[in-house]
């Protein structure tokens, strides 16, 4: 599918999304237009079982959901981006805050913020649809995590949700949107639900407050499973994209979903890439680079549906040739371009001894590994197949950065990918 045509097709974003500063009282001057950051985001996915178990398919119902992110970005005003993209009938958002992370479902004390949404405090979402609230002040310093609370009086059916979000997220009974401690929330998943971006903003003007040299370019890391963290540190933000952020002091979003692939859509997996791009990196405010490493899936669910118990949720998983996979990332990359984004590519991590690995997978990964190095369409290239190979054999991950299955990281290992793009990124 076209990607330009995926970009103007895409749903409207709903009443309250184009707010770009606050309402001015009486008598005072009416704001000046903020520029908003893309500070952290998740991509949305549909209802599913998960790699965890988690509360898409049930939804809520009379209920509060309490969700922790980390911020990559400083500011005054801070803003949520909410969607119902899988969503089969509108949404009823009661009520939301944001605070200051304490403790588990703890916030701090005087940190609870009432967000509105249009001027109300509760929003309809449509079916398939998402929006960005209003604006409030609240003064964030990059790095620090917020605490985002919905409350959902109505019953909402399957949730659109984030699966592996490598942070707890909580539940509890009724409206407790405003409690400071997590006393109520009993209920403990790991994934995010409808909250798909926090963007920050400045109401005061001037340059946000960084170390010499630091540059405001944000910073789109975009994949799958590797991007997403899995095999991380939980309640940690081990992530290679939060290393990225530690590292350069840019903003940097995490678009990376777990199973992902380039080519074809997947009922557990998201849609596939360049279906997404459009909504998950080139809607992302002050974004300037997309970092893109995803293929593996596409070449090595072929060769795990070999196996003797092949996972249902690798289907489908058609033979990728390399032309086709190539195919998908100059999709990627013009329509990145078209936005006035780089696109640096990353090469495909080692894999030999996973369940993705087979002579198949072996021939096509350094194929296309080859292709992203020398064909010179990326803007730039991270070599993280080099970076975390094992010295003794170069198909396979190097032991200190293997998380125990042979094809995804521990932290030690993004760290080091994190090192590979901060280099070039030029920091």
């Known amino acids: 599918m076209d990607l330009s045509r995926v970009r103007r097709a895409a749903v409207p974003l709903a009443a309250g999304s184009l707010a770009v500063g606050i309402l001015a009282g009486p ?11 893309a500070a952290w985001g998740a991509s949305p996915q549909a209802p599913s079982t998960g790699f965890t178990p988690n509360w898409s398919q049930e939804g809520f119902s009379g209920q509060s ?21 899988y969503g ?9 805050t944001i605070a200051r992370t304490a403790r588990g479902a703890a916030v701090e004390e005087g940190s609870v913020r009432r967000l509105t949404f249009d001027g109300r405090a509760s929003t309809r979402i449509l079916a398939h649809g998402e929006l960005r609230g209003d604006a409030v002040a609240m003064d964030l310093k990059r790095l620090e995590s917020v605490t985002v609370t919905l409350y959902l009086a109505g019953t909402t059916g399957p949730a659109t949700f984030h699966s592996q979000g490598w942070t707890d997220s909580y539940r509890a009974q009724g409206d407790h949107r405003a409690d400071t401690t997590g006393a109520a929330y009993t209920g403990r998943t790991r994934s995010w639900y409808y909250l798909s971006g926090i963007e920050v903003g400045r109401a005061k003007g001037g340059p946000s407050v960084r170390r010499a040299g630091e540059s405001e370019d944000g910073v789109v890391v975009f994949g799958d499973s590797i991007t997403d963290g899995f095999g991380s540190t939980p309640n940690a933000d081990r992530r290679y994209s939060d290393a990225l952020a530690e590292l350069t002091g840019r903003p940097v979003v995490n678009q990376g979903i777990g199973g992902n692939l380039v080519l074809n859509d997947s009922a557990w997996y998201g849609e596939r890439a360049t279906a997404r791009f459009g909504r998950d990196v080139l ?3 002050g974004a300037s680079t997309v970092v893109i490493l995803e293929g593996v899936n596409d070449i090595g ?6 196996g003797p118990n092949p996972p249902a949720t690798y289907k489908p998983a058609p033979v990728v040739t390399t032309a086709e996979l190539v195919a998908g990332y100059r999709e990627l990359i013009d329509a990145a371009h078209d936005k006035g984004l780089k696109a640096v590519g990353a090469t495909l991590l080692p894999l030999k001894g996973s369940d993705h690995w087979g002579p198949h997978a072996a021939r096509v990964s350094d194929e296309v590994n080859e292709w992203i190095r020398h064909s010179g369409e990326f803007d730039a290239y991270a070599d993280f197949d080099k970076a975390l190979a094992s010295p003794s054999d170069p198909d ?11 094809l995804h990281p521990n932290d030690a290992g993004y760290r080091v990918m994190a090192r590979e793009v901060a280099e070039v990124l030029g920091r």
């Open 27 to 37: 008598g005072q001057a009416a704001p000046a237009p903020v520029g908003w950051t």
């Open 65 to 85: 959901v309490r969700q922790v992110v980390r911020v990559t970005e400083d500011g005054d005003l801070v803003r949520i981006r909410l969607s119902n993209r």
């Open 88 to 96: 089969t009938s509108p949404l009823h958002v009661t009520g939301a």
């Open 283 to 285: 809607d992302q405010p």
């Open 301 to 306: 669910f072929s060769e795990a549906a070999r």
């Open 396 to 406: 396979r991950l190097h032991p200190a950065y293997d998380h125990g299955d042979a």
